[in-house]
């Protein structure tokens, strides 16, 4: 694919990348002084290292019995002989500042990566109008340990002459006939105080009808209201989006039909959150159920195809509704935005120690595929598979489509709020370079 010419170089960045070149000679200049040729294997001692911990933590996730807890102990006990090594050899110290130095020499590139701070990394905000002269919040007590009621929210939405519904009682509640209800009753705001989950349910309502949508951080982990910007530890800051909003126009993810505000999951997690006793002991039943998982006798065979690009037997699939920054080998972090109109996918296939240590290369391990889309079909060697949807345990037949709905939501928030904090730049040495020589 071609790629556009790159920006010239600002004074700022140019300094920086001059400083990150020179900060990343200094950390090998430290070696070379202090150690000599014993950096070589100073070097040498902490790959293999963090090959051996690796390799042992996917045997401990892969196999049972004596074979398991060995690994673990070799996953605690590796870095800890590295480190008395290095201290026995009397060059601890010179490991340390070495380090230290070569982590500043990525933070000053990073900094000089982001450029300026004027890129488009925010989503564009639109007057709120007109005003909600009925809006409708659904609102979980239980959700997130009790924060409906700790921060008085429906006494305070009310204050600001919202309806609000209750989830009260042991039965489910539809929340999506509730809120079908409220708009047919003249609701043109619609709002939830809870999990993720819940929040998608009644956002795929607001989006039918064409009405603006608000988030409460009432969840447990709100990650959606997260990737919004919102105060996750003041529920009720989020109700000022009634009263001094702004307007957010937001993706949807849909499969087979259902609505999604942050990911659908396939393979070993949907598997395991599928089981009667992941509520009671996810920690015990995901040992369990892993190894046979990861190993490939149990679970369907899964196959991702997407614009070419096939994902051949992944244990883990994730598709999100616009992609995850990529701050770890997994590909989870934070959405800076909601509004690209794509789907971010990553598919992870660990099917032997090998596999599991190439996981060190990052974005370019042969066991990580990551790859942008606005459609992705998922098929199987079972005739329904499991899906976890926003962290819901869900059934679907096979195949399973995923898109993404560009712009189908209208969402109110605060027009004061945190924020989303821009993105890390992925480390370019070749764009490093250029900013470090542009005239």
């Known amino acids: 694919m071609h790629r556009a010419p790159a920006a010239e170089a600002t004074r700022s960045q140019r300094w920086l990348a001059w400083l990150s070149f020179g900060l990343a000679g200094l950390a090998v200049a430290i070696l070379l002084v202090f150690a000599g040729l014993r950096s ?17 933590a996917y045997l401990f996730l892969s196999r049972r019995g004596v074979v398991r807890w060995l690994s673990l102990a070799v996953v605690v006990l590796a870095p800890i002989g590295v480190i008395i090594g290095h201290a026995i050899a009397g060059l601890l110290w010179v490991a340390i500042l070495a380090v230290a130095v070569w982590v500043l020499a990525g933070v000053t590139a990073r900094l000089a990566l982001a450029g300026d701070g004027k890129t488009d990394w925010r989503m564009p905000e ?86 603006p949508f608000v988030v409460v951080t009432a969840g447990t982990r709100n990650h959606f209201a997260l990737d919004l910007g919102l105060d996750r530890d003041d529920p009720a800051a989020s109700l000022e989006a009634l009263s001094d ?46 190894p046979d998982l990861l190993q490939g006798h149990e679970g369907a065979r899964l196959t991702a195809q997407a614009d070419g690009t096939r994902i051949e037997a992944p244990q883990a699939l994730l598709v999100a509704n616009n992609p995850y920054g990529m701050g770890d080998v997994a590909g989870l972090g934070r959405r800076a935005r909601l509004d690209g109109g794509i789907l971010g996918v990553v598919g992870v296939t660990v099917g032997s120690a090998a596999q599991a ?47 993404i709905r560009p712009g189908a939501l209208r969402v109110w928030v605060p027009r004061h709020r945190p924020g989303v904090p821009q993105p890390k730049p992925e480390m370019d040495w070749g764009r490093l370079r250029h900013l470090a020589f542009s005239r």
């Open 126 to 211: 639109y007057p709120a109008r007109p005003h909600a002269a009925h809006p409708f919040l659904i609102m979980n007590p239980r959700s997130g340990g009790g924060k409906v009621g700790k921060f008085d929210l429906k006494r305070k939405a009310e204050g600001l002459g919202a309806e609000v519904f209750l989830m009260e009682g042991p039965e489910d509640v539809d929340v999506a006939a509730v809120a079908r209800d409220a708009v047919a009753r003249g609701a043109d705001l619609l709002g939830v105080a809870g999990g993720d989950g819940t929040q998608a349910l009644v956002a795929e309502v607001a989006a039918e009808h064409g009405i």
């Open 357 to 403: 240590v190439g996981l060190l290369r990052g974005g370019h391990a042969t066991g990580l595929s990551v790859l942008t889309t606005r459609e992705i079909e998922v098929t199987a060697d079972a005739p329904q598979i499991p899906v976890g949807i926003d962290g819901e345990a869900v059934r679907l037949p096979t195949p399973v489509k995923c898109a």
């Open 245 to 290: 909003g702004v307007e957010l126009h937001v993706d949807l993810g849909v499969i087979g039909g259902q609505t999604f505000v942050n990911n659908a999951s396939f393979g070993a997690y949907a598997e395991v959150v599928q089981t009667p006793e992941y509520r009671g002991d996810k920690v015990g039943t995901t040992l369990q159920l892993l």
């Open 40 to 56: 070589l294997v100073m070097v040498a001692v902490v790959l293999a290292g963090a090959v051996v911990t690796l390799t042992a």
